[in-house]
């Protein structure tokens, strides 16, 4: 009986237009924490989940307090992320787009470590932590691009889009915030495209990402595969076609080594 790598490989091999879906479950391997696992930050600090919560209205009512409380904030939730470095599982998703089969990338996690590990056509759903958005014309920017700290001691903060005039926060996505349009409708586009859908270390229940492999599956088309640890909503559902657990880390440089000796 053909393997489920080697099954996953010859999908992958012979789709037209794969695509990929990451979460969190890729982020771990690098050593950085989720948010609701056994030792997430919020399962360990519901405090903090409360604040994270009201995010984005605080930073409605008041973007100069939301942005002077960021800045003198010590450390992000998740650590010290400049310092954490791409793991296997995402050099292997990187190389699939090297290699021409994987089109696009979508991710949930805002470490930055896709882009790291050199993939180009990234799509961050939930934004990114070293990048700045305008909220009205969806500009991005690097951090570095503003000196936050003299506009805090100079009072001149938030800061202000150069392209629009518009308000410019953190690129990371709050509750309750809409997805930013460029990305929440390029990836429907991608999902609904696709001939093959991997994904790979996502629980699957935050929407409206996790409505992404419904897109795909509603079209019919799209072979849908998990490398996950545990069965999701996506498993016990049908969406998915079949799910190879394990870590992401371990598994799609397994995939990957597999493509290649397709193709020889």
């Given at each position: 009986?053909?393997?489920?790598?080697?099954?996953?490989?010859?999908?992958?091999?012979e789709?037209s237009?794969?695509?990929?879906?990451?979460?969190?479950?890729?982020?771990?391997?690098?050593?950085?924490?989720?948010?609701?696992?056994?030792?997430?930050?919020?399962?360990?600090?519901?405090?903090?989940?409360?604040?994270?919560?009201?995010?984005?209205?605080?930073?409605q009512?008041?973007?100069?307090?939301?942005?002077?409380?960021?800045?003198?904030?010590?450390?992000?939730?998740?650590?010290?992320?400049?310092?954490?470095?791409?793991?296997?599982?995402?050099?292997?998703?990187?190389?699939?787009?090297?290699?021409?089969?994987?089109?696009?990338?979508?991710?949930?996690?805002?470490?930055?470590?896709?882009?790291?590990?050199?993939?180009?056509?990234?799509?961050?759903?939930?934004?990114?932590?070293?990048?700045l958005?305008?909220?009205?014309?969806?500009?991005?920017?690097?951090?570095?691009?503003?000196?936050?700290?003299?506009?805090?001691?100079?009072?001149?903060?938030?800061?202000?889009?150069?392209s629009?005039?518009?308000?410019?926060?953190?690129?990371?996505?709050?509750?309750?915030?809409?997805?930013?349009?460029?990305?929440?409708?390029?990836?429907?586009?991608?999902?609904?495209?696709?001939?093959?859908?991997?994904?790979?270390?996502?629980?699957?229940?935050?929407?409206?990402?996790?409505?992404?492999?419904?897109?795909?599956?509603?079209?019919?088309?799209a072979?849908?595969?998990?490398?996950?640890?545990?069965?999701?909503?996506?498993?016990?559902?049908g969406?998915?076609?079949?799910?190879?657990?394990?870590k992401?880390?371990?598994?799609?440089?397994?995939?990957?080594?597999?493509?290649?000796?397709?193709?020889?």
């Amino acid at each position: 009986m053909e393997s489920l790598i080697t099954k996953a490989a010859r999908h992958l091999a012979e789709s037209s237009y794969a695509i990929a879906l990451t979460g969190a479950g890729m982020s771990t391997e690098s050593g950085i924490p989720d948010f609701r696992g056994p030792q997430g930050v919020w399962t360990k600090n519901p405090e903090a989940e409360r604040r994270a919560y009201l995010g984005w209205q605080r930073f409605q009512a008041d973007p100069k307090g939301w942005w002077e409380e960021r800045l003198a904030a010590s450390t992000s939730a998740l650590g010290n992320l400049v310092e954490r470095q791409p793991n296997a599982g995402h050099y292997a998703l990187a190389e699939l787009e090297k290699m021409g089969i994987i089109k696009c990338l979508v991710t949930q996690n805002v470490d930055g470590l896709h882009e790291k590990a050199g993939q180009q056509h990234l799509m961050e759903y939930h934004g990114s932590f070293a990048k700045l958005r305008c909220i009205e014309c969806n500009a991005r920017f690097r951090r570095d691009a503003f000196d936050l700290q003299d506009l805090l001691q100079k009072g001149q903060l938030p800061p202000i889009c150069p392209s629009c005039g518009g308000i410019i926060k953190s690129d990371g996505v709050g509750f309750g915030e809409p997805i930013p349009s460029d990305v929440a409708q390029g990836s429907l586009e991608e999902a609904w495209k696709c001939d093959m859908m991997l994904i790979c270390g996502t629980s699957a229940v935050v929407y409206p990402f996790a409505n992404l492999p419904r897109v795909a599956r509603q079209r019919g088309i799209a072979t849908i595969v998990e490398v996950n640890a545990e069965p999701t909503p996506l498993t016990h559902e049908g969406i998915s076609d079949f799910i190879i657990q394990g870590k992401t880390g371990e598994v799609l440089p397994a995939i990957v080594e597999e493509v290649k000796r397709l193709r020889q």
